[in-house]
């Protein structure tokens, strides 16, 4: 069974420090990955999508894959309350239409 | 139109009756989605459509749940009988096309969050 593995939190740091948020995936096979913020109360929306080793970029996130380790992370630099969020892992083999979501870490960033 | 549409936001209905959630995704999406978020618990995948294929089925948790989707586009998500268990929200996503998913992700509506008593 693909099983998307996520660390509950919540975690908490202050503003202005980097966030790091870790998430592990069982199926060898998946070849996209996304990380998707969720506001309390909110539906999820979609910030990053990686697909290759290494580090991608869009302004203050970066997203981390490590396919032999089977490890993805999102950093958030010069962290913001606003960022305070539940942050989902998924991830995609290749040929399926269908993610597998983790259950999403808490992150709190206080002022 | 400019976002995936859900109603209602909101649902209360008594054990035992049938509810209908609907969906409208983005105009020219082919792919459509439905989730189910309990509290405090992850996604939980239901049904997949895609274009004129037949659906994907194997995430509804019984035969109490069905959903249509209707010309391609509007989708509407149905309860029978409903259960306590039931209770969470339900949240519909569409993309451009399933496979690209791959490389796109999802657009989410905002959800129905629906209440069994």
């Known amino acids: 069974q693909k099983e998307v593995e996520q660390n509950s939190g919540p975690l908490s740091v202050p503003e202005g420090a980097i966030a790091s948020l870790n998430c592990t995936y069982s199926d060898r096979g998946s070849q996209s990955f996304f990380w998707y913020r969720q506001y309390s109360g909110k539906s999820p929306e979609l910030i990053m999508s990686?697909?290759?080793?290494g580090d991608k970029e869009d302004g203050r996130f970066t997203a981390q894959l490590n396919k032999a380790s089977q490890y993805v992370s999102l950093l958030i630099r010069d962290s913001q309350p606003s960022d305070s969020a539940t942050y989902l892992c998924a991830a995609q083999s290749g040929g399926s239409y269908i993610p597998t979501f983790g259950r999403g870490t808490s992150l709190i960033v206080h002022p | 139109g400019a976002g995936v549409s859900q109603s209602p936001s909101n649902k209360v209905t008594e054990k035992g009756k049938d509810v209908e959630l609907r969906c409208d995704p983005i105009?020219?999406?082919?792919?459509l989605y439905w989730y189910r978020q309990s509290l405090g618990q992850g996604l939980e995948f239901l049904i997949y459509?895609?274009?004129?294929?037949?659906?994907?089925k194997s995430g509804l948790p019984s035969d109490r749940f069905s959903a249509e989707r209707t010309g391609g586009s509007v989708s509407t998500l149905t309860i029978q009988r409903t259960q306590q268990e039931d209770s969470a929200v339900y949240l519909c996503?569409?993309?451009?096309?399933?496979?690209?998913?791959?490389?796109?992700?999802?657009?989410f509506g905002s959800g129905t969050r629906l209440t069994v008593v």
């Open positions: 990686i697909y290759s080793n």
């Open positions: 459509f895609q274009g004129n294929s037949a659906p994907d």
């Open positions: 105009s020219g999406h082919t792919a």
């Open positions: 996503a569409s993309s451009l096309e399933g496979w690209l998913t791959g490389k796109d992700g999802y657009t």
